[in-house]
């Protein structure tokens, strides 16, 4: 091939080269240009200030009283949630004051029978029988009745009247008197020297005595007392749940157990040591509920006492009775008493029967004083007995 044509066709091919070389240069150059960023899917799925799925944005917000950029204005902080206010409960001293119409409404059948009775003219044998049966109907007990009985008899003759204002003086003075209003109706309730009054609450099955805790709670609360409770009831499941609400209301801890059925006495040793532990004025010991008939569960309280002073003396051992249950309660406060030294007697439902004369015999049989007494169902129904005011409540 001539040598003309031949470097003709390199030179073509040469600028071709050139050319097609000079184009990607300048389209790299144009892609530079750009600040060599290279778009990706994520990117153009993602809005503006975004974050890729998955991710968790966090907005960065102004503080309290700081003004707000993106034209909130000034942020507010939001109010916490509010402490639950406790219950400030009814002081104990006029309780029983504030009670006595109710009281009087359940008892005074007792005074109104014997006031017709003892204000008729010439009073029969029949006539005296019939106060015998009412004062033996109101379970005053049959020392307590003849005992009355005959001095009401003995003033009839002697002062030779039936007026009805002086038979219900008479009525009113010789009930008092077996009342006794001498006895020592305190609770126990103050520390001696490092340790906390310890107060042990027994009873039967459904006299209310886990209730009669919680009140008692309350009560100690109105007088300014720290209190704790000892949930040692074990054996129904509620108990201690029971016990529980009831503190919360007041302020008032609860030591307890979570396990169904745990000893007793270690849940009530607990509650004692922490009662030292914190330096409260009171530890409440609740029991589990018993039929007196079971000499097993008769002998746990023995057992609990005993435990619990190892860490502090019991000062007060209370027994819950169901005033309506009458002779029953009776044998009931009997059998407890000969397990436990019993120092006191909370009556409850006394505003549910007309057998107020249970106070007289319990006290008699016992030797011991009722100083309490549940008038209701309100958590403020649970009064300091006191024995004028009780008295006057059935007499009228």
Do not use: C, Y
């Amino acid at each position: 091939m001539p040598v003309g044509p031949i470097n003709e066709l390199w030179e073509i091919l040469t600028l071709v080269t050139v050319v097609v070389l000079g184009g990607l240069a300048l389209l790299v150059a144009l892609v530079r240009g750009r600040g060599g960023d290279t778009a990706t899917l994520d990117d153009e799925a993602r809005p503006e200030g975004g974050t890729p799925e998955g991710d968790v944005l966090v907005e960065e917000r102004p503080g309290p009283g700081e003004v707000d950029d993106r034209g909130g204005g000034v942020a507010v902080e939001e109010p916490e949630a509010p402490t639950p206010t406790l219950e400030r409960p009814d002081s104990a001293r006029g309780r029983l004051q504030r009670l006595r119409a109710r009281l009087a409404r359940s008892n005074s059948a007792i005074g109104q029978a014997l006031l017709s009775l003892l204000s008729r003219g010439g009073l029969d044998e029949q006539a005296w029988e019939d106060v015998e049966d009412t004062l033996l109907a109101s379970d005053l007990g049959v020392e307590a009745t003849q005992e009355l009985v005959d001095s009401l008899r003995t003033r009839v003759k002697v002062e030779g009247t039936s007026d009805p204002q002086q038979v219900r003086q008479w009525l009113h003075d010789d009930l008092l008197r077996l009342v006794d209003p001498s006895l020592d109706r305190r609770i126990a309730a103050s520390r001696t020297g490092e340790h906390p009054a310890v107060i042990l609450v027994v009873g039967v099955n459904g006299t209310g005595k886990t209730t009669t805790v919680g009140k008692l709670g309350r009560v100690l609360v109105a007088e300014d007392k720290d209190v704790l409770f000892g949930a040692a009831d074990t054996f129904r499941a509620a108990a201690a749940d029971q016990l529980q609400t009831w503190g919360e209301r007041v302020g008032v801890p609860t030591v307890r157990s979570h396990t169904e059925g745990a000893d007793p006495a270690s849940v009530a040793f607990d509650a004692v040591r922490s009662g030292v532990e914190a330096e409260v004025d009171v530890v409440l010991v609740d029991t589990a509920g018993r039929l007196h008939t079971k000499r097993g569960l008769m002998d746990e309280l023995g057992k609990i006492k005993r435990v619990v002073e190892k860490v502090a003396p019991v000062g007060e051992v209370l027994l819950v009775l169901d005033a309506t249950t009458g002779q029953n309660g009776m044998r009931q406060a009997e059998e407890f008493a000969r397990e436990v030294a019993i120092t006191g007697i909370v009556l409850t439902k006394l505003d549910g029967t007309a057998k107020g004369g249970i106070v007289v015999n319990v006290q008699r049989k016992l030797g011991v004083p009722v100083k309490l007494i549940g008038l209701g169902e309100g958590p403020d129904d649970l009064a300091p007995f006191d024995a004028e005011a009780f008295v006057s409540a059935i007499v009228g």
